[in-house]
Each structure stands twice: as structure tokens, then as C-alpha cells.
């Protein structure tokens, strides 16, 4: 039998034992929703814009001030700075993941590893989890000082509000008597203004408590609010400014990981650098790259060839623009933060003394009967009191945005520092295999 009889038969016997190509599986699409266009647009007259109030049940302007219900639990600002940096979802992240074994590669009995690419990758993960944890304890104080400034106003208009009704009862003793007073639906006006301002204020701080409460894990009862504890003093006495800077570029987490990335470039680390550029913008690092991690665990120790030398200059000068492009940054948002401070705490004390001003104003109108100038007088000291308050607690928020540029937030609040991953050896790593225990361990 000539041998393409013999193929012919093998075939035909293959193909009756089953062999069969490959079967690819289709699976159809989900498809896309559809959605009302509307309308083509008409041309219409523009008349005046006003709600329709029709369903909307009237309210009183003569109603008390509600006395509060809740139960408040204290919140101080270390606490909250505190609890934002240990709950913060992207830190806890990369915490994790620097915890978990990492597979280096795949050895027999005896041969070489790369662990210089690793050892970069668990480095800039700790140092990036240390960057989200002061990021979120900076967004926690924010809101935190947000919630102090509206508890703060909250108080000084519904003391305002019952003045302002006591003040109404003597009105209208003095017109009950024939002597000049303002008229009640005057007085009904300027009361309905301070009750809606209270309204506003009310709705936000039940939307800071809830921000909060969800940022800080705290797990509130429905009851349940939050009480901002603190003295919230202002001082005139600054950082200098010289000294903050040089605190920011040596303790910044995101500088040191550029500067890590800079300090362990190599042939062996590259592809890590490259996976870690990414993280500091995804089309970083995303060019074709010349040889994978894999490949790289293969390669002798004889240095980078030509091609990959090129890439690593290129990504050495990129990596020196990107740091000193950030430092600068960072230094401006120092000093930013610092001139901020510092024209706050001017504000703060020009608006003490209109307050002061207004106080003994009131006082002499008082003592001299004026009554019909006290309620203007009053609502005057009432939002000037508010102006202080916020003038003060925006001086706290540059306060807190100073440290956040320092990156100080998160490493204040550590217990126990997560060690640095010491840098390797650049080249390969002999290494031999423990069979009983099928681990890897460098070789002597």
C-alpha cells in the first residue's frame, strides 16, 4: 500500500473517532434601551419664571423654633481626621493587596528570579495608600469644619429668633401704651427671613451628618447626630513658610513614590515602573513595551540591550519632569494655603470688631429707648456674629489643607507604620526550591 493510501486511512479513522475543529460559541448582545427624544422645540414668548406653589401647604411665620430632638454624639477633629484615613476604601485597597504572597515566577529546582519589580509594585502601593488615606482624612475635616460653621449658625439664629420675639411682645406692649414701635407685620417679615435661613441652615446639617457618618464608618442611629467638639481657635502666629515647603517635599507620600520609582529604574524593574506610571495617569507608561516581566525573568544578567537602555532614559527623564513638576505644585499649595490663613485671620479680627461695634450699639440704643431701631440693630449683630464664625472656620479649612499639602494628615494618625519595601539588588536573584515545602528562597 503506497504511504498516500496510508495517510488517506489514517485520516478517515481520525475524523471517525470524533476529531473535530474548534467550535466557537456565540452569545448574542444585550441591546441598548431606548429613550424618549421628546419634542421638537418650539418657539415660544419668554414670560417670567415662578413655581407653582398651589400643592405646597402654607407655613406659619409666627411658628417657634423648634427645640431639638436628637441625640448627639461629640465629634472631634482628631477623630474625625483619624477615622477618615483608617476607613478610607482606596487605601484599605492596596493595603490588602500589599499583603497578599506574591508569585514571583515559576522555578524547578534551581535558576534565577526577578524580584526587583515586586519589591517596586508592594513599595509604590504602600506609599499610594498612604496618598488616599490623607486625601480622605482632608475630605472628612472639610466636611467636619463645614458641620462646625452651620451647629455654629444654627445656634446664633434661633438665640436671634427668640430675641427677636421678645422683642415683638414689648412692640407690642409700647403701641398698646401710644408709644413709637415697628409695626407687627413689619417685625412678621424680618421674622419670616430668619426662619427661612434657619430651614437652610437645618437641611445642611442633616446632609453633613450624613456625609460623615457614612465617610467615618459611624454607624449612627436614626436618632442620632453629630456634635462638633473643639475650640476652633485663630491664631495670627503662622507656620514659616520656608520650613512648610521643605516639610511637604520630604513628606508628601506621592513624591516619594515618584522618587521611588525614580531611585529603583532598571531593566529588571521597568515593566513595574511602567504599571505604576499608569496609576499616576492611565496613558503613562502605556506605550508598546518592549519586553514583558516574563521575558525579563528569562534574560542573563548582561545588562539591557540597546533598545530597552533607550527606554530607560526615556522614563528616567519623564519620571524627573513629573517630580518636579509636582514639587512645584506642592510648594504652591503650601504657600497658598499660608496666604489664605493669613488673610483669614485679618478677617476674622475686622469682623470681631464690627461685631464688638454692633454689640455697643445695641446696648446704647437700648438704654435709650430707640425701640424701633433695635430690630434692624439686631439682625445686623446677628449675621455679623455669623460672619465671624465663618470667617474663623474658613482659616480652620486652610489650616487642615496646609497639613493635607504637607501630607501629614494620614501618617498622624498611625499606630504602627507599614514597613518600606527595602529595594533589591538590581539583576537576577538565584534562588533554589524547597521541595517539602514548595516555597522559593535566594540561593548562596
Same mark, same amino acid.
Given at each position: 500500500?503506497?504511504?498516500?493510501?496510508?495517510?488517506?486511512?489514517?485520516?478517515?479513522?481520525?475524523?471517525?473517532?470524533?476529531?473535530?475543529?474548534?467550535?466557537?460559541?456565540?452569545?448574542?448582545? !444585550?441591546?441598548?434601551?431606548?429613550?424618549?427624544?421628546?419634542?421638537?422645540?418650539?418657539?415660544?414668548?419668554?414670560?417670567?419664571?415662578?413655581?407653582?406653589?398651589?400643592?405646597?401647604?402654607?407655613?406659619?411665620?409666627?411658628?417657634?423654633?423648634?427645640?431639638?430632638?436628637?441625640?448627639?454624639?461629640?465629634?472631634?477633629?482628631?477623630?474625625?481626621?483619624?477615622?477618615?484615613?483608617?476607613?478610607?476604601?482606596?487605601?484599605?485597597?492596596?493595603?490588602?493587596?500589599?499583603?497578599? !504572597?506574591?508569585?514571583?515566577?515559576?522555578?524547578?529546582?534551581?535558576? !534565577?528570579?526577578?524580584?526587583?519589580?515586586?519589591?517596586?509594585?508592594?513599595? !509604590?502601593?504602600?506609599?499610594?495608600?498612604?496618598?488616599?488615606?490623607?486625601?480622605?482624612?482632608?475630605?472628612?475635616?472639610?466636611?467636619?469644619?463645614?458641620?462646625?460653621?452651620?451647629?455654629?449658625?444654627?445656634?446664633?439664629?434661633?438665640?436671634?429668633?427668640?430675641?427677636?420675639?421678645?422683642?415683638?411682645?414689648?412692640?407690642?406692649?409700647?403701641?398698646?401704651?401710644?408709644?413709637?414701635?415697628?409695626?407687627?407685620?413689619?417685625?412678621?417679615?424680618?421674622?419670616?427671613?430668619?426662619?427661612?435661613?434657619?430651614?437652610?441652615? =437645618?437641611?445642611?446639617?442633616?446632609?453633613?451628618?450624613?456625609?460623615?457618618?457614612?465617610?467615618?464608618?459611624?454607624?449612627?442611629?436614626?436618632?442620632?447626630?453629630?456634635?462638633?467638639?473643639?475650640?476652633?481657635?485663630?491664631?495670627?502666629?503662622?507656620?514659616?513658610?520656608?520650613?512648610?515647603?521643605?516639610?511637604?517635599?520630604?513628606?508628601?507620600? =506621592?513624591?516619594?513614590?515618584?522618587?521611588?520609582?525614580?531611585?529603583?529604574?532598571?531593566?529588571?524593574?521597568?515593566?513595574?515602573?511602567?504599571?505604576?506610571?499608569?496609576?499616576?495617569?492611565?496613558?503613562?507608561?502605556?506605550?508598546?513595551?518592549?519586553?514583558?516581566?516574563?521575558?525579563?525573568?528569562?534574560?542573563?544578567?548582561?545588562?539591557?540591550?540597546?533598545?530597552?537602555?533607550?527606554?530607560?532614559?526615556?522614563?528616567?527623564?519623564?519620571?524627573?519632569?513629573?517630580?518636579?513638576?509636582?514639587?512645584?505644585?506642592?510648594?504652591?499649595?503650601?504657600?497658598?494655603?499660608?496666604?489664605?490663613?493669613?488673610?483669614?485671620?485679618?478677617?476674622?479680627?475686622?469682623?470681631?470688631?464690627?461685631?464688638?461695634?454692633?454689640?455697643?450699639?445695641?446696648?446704647?440704643?437700648?438704654?435709650?429707648?430707640?425701640?424701633?431701631?433695635?430690630?434692624?440693630?439686631?439682625?445686623?449683630?446677628?449675621?455679623?456674629?455669623?460672619?465671624?464664625?465663618?470667617?474663623?472656620?474658613?482659616?480652620?479649612?486652610?489650616?487642615?489643607?496646609?497639613?493635607?499639602?504637607?501630607?501629614?494628615?494620614?501618617?498622624?494618625?498611625?499606630?504602627?507604620?507599614?514597613?518600606?519595601?527595602?529595594?533589591?539588588?538590581?539583576?537576577?536573584?538565584?534562588?533554589?526550591?524547597?521541595?517539602?515545602?514548595?516555597?522559593?528562597?535566594?540561593?548562596?
Amino acid at each position: 500500500m503506497r504511504a498516500g493510501s496510508v495517510i488517506c486511512l489514517f485520516a478517515i479513522g481520525v475524523a471517525g473517532l470524533g476529531c473535530r475543529a474548534p467550535v466557537t460559541l456565540l452569545k448574542k448582545g !444585550t441591546p441598548a434601551p431606548t429613550y424618549a427624544a421628546g419634542e421638537p422645540l418650539a418657539v415660544v414668548t419668554p414670560q417670567a419664571i415662578a413655581p407653582d406653589l398651589s400643592q405646597l401647604s402654607p407655613a406659619d411665620a409666627n411658628a417657634p423654633v423648634q427645640k431639638s430632638e436628637w441625640i448627639y454624639r461629640g465629634l472631634d477633629e482628631r477623630t474625625a481626621q483619624c477615622r477618615a484615613a483608617a476607613e478610607s476604601s482606596v487605601g484599605k485597597m492596596l493595603d490588602v493587596e500589599n499583603a497578599r !504572597t506574591s508569585v514571583l515566577g515559576s522555578i524547578r529546582r534551581h535558576g !534565577t528570579i526577578n524580584a526587583a519589580g515586586d519589591d517596586l509594585l508592594r513599595e !509604590t502601593r504602600r506609599l499610594a495608600a498612604l496618598d488616599a488615606r490623607n486625601r480622605s482624612a482632608l475630605t472628612a475635616l472639610e466636611r467636619y469644619l463645614q458641620l462646625a460653621d452651620v451647629v455654629g449658625r444654627r445656634e446664633l439664629f434661633a438665640a436671634g429668633i427668640t430675641s427677636f420675639d421678645d422683642f415683638r411682645n414689648d412692640a407690642v406692649r409700647l403701641r398698646g401704651i401710644g408709644l413709637p414701635a415697628p409695626q407687627e407685620q413689619d417685625l412678621l417679615v424680618q421674622r419670616a427671613a430668619l426662619l427661612a435661613s434657619l430651614e437652610e441652615i =437645618d437641611a445642611k446639617i442633616a446632609l453633613l451628618n450624613h456625609d460623615l457618618n457614612s465617610r467615618l464608618n459611624l454607624k449612627l442611629a436614626a436618632g442620632e447626630r453629630l456634635w462638633p467638639l473643639g475650640a476652633f481657635a485663630v491664631t495670627s502666629e503662622l507656620p514659616d513658610a520656608d520650613a512648610a515647603v521643605k516639610t511637604a517635599l520630604s513628606q508628601r507620600p =506621592d513624591l516619594a513614590l515618584i522618587r521611588t520609582m525614580q531611585q529603583r529604574l532598571s531593566a529588571q524593574s521597568l515593566p513595574s515602573v511602567r504599571e505604576a506610571l499608569q496609576s499616576l495617569n492611565g496613558l503613562l507608561g502605556s506605550s508598546s513595551p518592549l519586553m514583558s516581566m516574563t521575558a525579563f525573568s528569562r534574560r542573563q544578567p548582561d545588562g539591557p540591550s540597546p533598545a530597552e537602555q533607550d527606554e530607560l532614559e526615556s522614563r528616567k527623564k519623564q519620571l524627573a519632569d513629573l517630580l518636579a513638576t509636582r514639587e512645584a505644585e506642592t510648594a504652591a499649595e503650601v504657600r497658598t494655603a499660608l496666604g489664605q490663613m493669613s488673610a483669614a485671620t485679618r478677617r476674622t479680627a475686622i469682623l470681631q470688631t464690627r461685631v464688638e461695634s454692633l454689640t455697643a450699639k445695641h446696648a446704647t440704643e437700648k438704654a435709650a429707648k430707640h425701640i424701633a431701631d433695635l430690630p434692624t440693630i439686631e439682625i445686623d449683630l446677628l449675621k455679623a456674629k455669623a460672619d465671624v464664625l465663618a470667617a474663623a472656620m474658613e482659616w480652620q479649612q486652610w489650616r487642615v489643607k496646609l497639613k493635607a499639602a504637607q501630607g501629614v494628615l494620614a501618617m498622624e494618625c498611625m499606630m504602627s507604620a507599614a514597613p518600606p519595601s527595602p529595594p533589591v539588588a538590581p539583576g537576577m536573584i538565584p534562588v533554589k526550591v524547597n521541595r517539602t515545602l514548595r516555597f522559593a528562597r535566594p540561593g548562596k
